[in-house]
């Protein structure tokens, strides 16, 4: 018997609770009991978001959230800024030419951030792009983009600045408000702990000052529609939601609000410190950086010699480790351990141990026990410095 591990950035494991919530008996999406649950979703995901922003929720994966903010926010011929550092950032690029877009686009190499000042001099020299798209939590190659910095460039600008956080919310934190991001987009096989089929967008009174504006053809992604549902009495949402999904991301966000967001970011930073120790530890190489930030998804180099392939495949049939490859230009050179939501130190030793056995058994040098002895270091000092065991 193989006992399976999702430890991939997407969609990731869920939490028992959550998976009872969804079981439930179906409810109708138009009764007092469903709008009731639906008020309780709203005001918790404000809690993650770290906004008094509305946050408006579709029954689409990620994507469809992305979509939205392009075509919410856009004209065609509009000028747009994308600033991509990996494969779906370079999805607003192609979203923007979708929509007939003007985009000026700032590529930069998977695994190098997205510079601030880039988009300081692009904004400096057209007073006429709209929005700033850049992607927060960069899945694909493990950066994490500095919002803070990118939000306090954008503000002294009239373009609005649309945040992909799809992989980020709930695991690399984001403060919404506070670094002035007018829209935030998010999904919810991530960090928030449910199946795929659920995204969510945030808007602050400057994206809804231009998505008044915006003449794009849309229908079922339209803000506009989405808002009226929530400011109803009874709110609701404009289309059939999945209400069983919606059950279940009740449940999450009840078990993220009895964490507590710091704890919550605490953890995920461990995750990432022990998970990135652990790689260099049995002497392989990081592809993301090594910093507290990318704490969402920890991105590794193959080593020379070994089939990425065959790595992921072997170390799925024999261990029940399930990783992710790479994508674009760095397919087949990279595998990505996810750890962003329902995991803790045990899930890390159990992927580390696997990945140590698995090369082991494709006649790659690796000495057992170096990568899970630099995790289980990562986890002592984090005890020893806080006092909590529950990591």
Not at 307 to 323: F, K, N, P, S, T
Request: glycine fraction near 8%; include cysteine; hydrophobic fraction near 40%.
């Amino acid at each position: 018997m193989i006992k399976k591990f999702l430890m991939t950035p997407g969609p990731t494991q869920v939490p028992p609770q959550v998976l009872s919530a969804m079981a439930r008996p179906v409810i109708h999406h138009r009764t007092s009991e469903y709008s009731e649950l639906f008020a309780r979703v709203n005001e918790n995901l404000k809690y993650v978001y770290q906004t008094g922003n509305d946050v408006l929720s579709f029954a689409s994966s990620g994507t469809g959230a992305m979509e939205s903010a392009v075509i919410n926010l856009c004209s065609p011929g509009d000028d747009v800024l994308v600033a991509a550092c990996g494969k779906f950032g370079e999805r607003w690029r192609d979203l923007a030419d979708a929509y007939g877009l003007v985009a000026e686009f700032h590529e930069y190499e998977y695994g190098e951030a997205v510079n601030p000042d880039d988009i300081n001099r692009s904004l400096e020299a057209n007073p006429h792009i709209k929005v700033v798209f850049v992607t927060h939590s960069e899945t694909s190659s493990g950066v994490v983009n500095d919002m803070q910095a990118i939000g306090a460039v954008v503000e002294d600008f009239d373009a609005v600045l649309v945040s992909d956080s799809i992989s980020g919310l709930g695991s690399a934190e984001i403060k919404t408000d506070e670094w002035m991001i007018d829209v935030v987009v998010a999904g919810s096989q991530k960090a928030l702990m449910i199946p795929p089929g659920l995204a969510f967008v945030s808007v602050s009174d400057k994206a809804w000052a231009l998505a008044e504006k915006a003449r794009s053809p849309r229908f079922y992604f339209d803000w506009l529609k989405a808002r009226k549902g929530l400011a109803q009495a009874k709110p609701t949402t404009a289309f059939t939601p999945p209400v069983s999904l919606m059950a279940g991301l009740d449940a999450a966000l009840g078990l993220i609000r009895e964490e507590g967001l710091q704890a919550l970011f605490h953890r995920h930073i461990i995750m990432g410190r022990a998970t990135r120790a652990a790689i260099k530890g049995m002497g392989l190489t990081l592809f993301s950086p090594d910093e507290d930030r990318s704490s969402s998804v920890t991105a590794v180099r193959v080593p020379e010699g070994v089939d990425e392939a065959r790595l992921r495949i072997h170390i799925r049939d024999w261990y029940g480790v399930q990783l992710a490859g790479g994508q674009g230009p760095v397919k087949g050179r990279i595998i990505r351990i996810g750890h962003c939501g329902y995991y803790n130190y045990s899930d890390i030793i159990v992927a580390i141990t696997a990945l140590e056995m698995t090369l082991m058994d494709l006649g790659h040098p690796v000495q057992l026990g170096a990568g899970t002895q630099a995790a289980e270091k990562v986890f002592a000092e984090d005890i020893e410095a806080t006092g909590d065991e529950t990591v």
